[in-house]
């Protein structure tokens, strides 16, 4: 797994820019929700094979209506088709986006993470006599391990 470090750095102008840029796709999409997993679960799914059979679906309601009860709402369905068309790009989009943050995120923790532990081993071994002590200690709590209590 060869990737070359990430140098780079976000402006604080940047980020809030970016940030209301959110705010305002959020702004945008006033009619989403959120979910519990229990919620989730309970929903059927529709996945790129479902797509086919509900534009099917929709296409013999709208051509034979007569046979549907009165009771059931034509325009909703297709209300329902049209945002879920509408948003479907977007949901790729964003999770494409979700996706390398999150990356670049793991990546750039994991640099900064691999550099804190050489200036701790680095503090640790050369760093004695030097009034490092206590920042060493503190940092070496990071690494102490909690005891693990008796089964009673």
């Known amino acids: 797994m060869s990737r070359i470090p990430i140098s780079s750095t976000l402006s604080q102008t940047d980020r809030d820019a970016l940030l209301k840029a959110i705010a305002t796709i959020k702004e945008k999409l006033p009619f989403l ?3 519990s997993n229990e919620e989730r679960k309970a929903l059927p799914k529709m996945g790129d094979k479902s797509r086919a ?3 099917k679906a929709l296409e013999v309601a709208t051509q034979n209506p007569e046979f549907l009860p009165r ?3 034509l325009e909703e369905m297709r209300k329902d088709v049209q945002l879920f068309e509408a948003l479907y790009p977007l949901l790729l989009s964003l999770t494409q986006l979700q996706e390398l943050v999150d990356n670049t995120c793991l990546a750039v923790g994991s640099e900064a993470y691999a550099a804190a ?9 050369s760093g004695q006599g030097s009034g490092l002590n206590a920042v060493v200690d503190q940092m070496g709590q990071r690494f102490a391990r909690q005891s693990r209590k008796s089964k009673s």
């Open 71 to 73: 009771s059931f709402d």
């Open 53 to 55: 059979f509900v534009s």
């Open 117 to 125: 532990l050489q200036v701790y081993n680095y503090a640790k071994s």
């Open 33 to 35: 929700i959120d979910l």
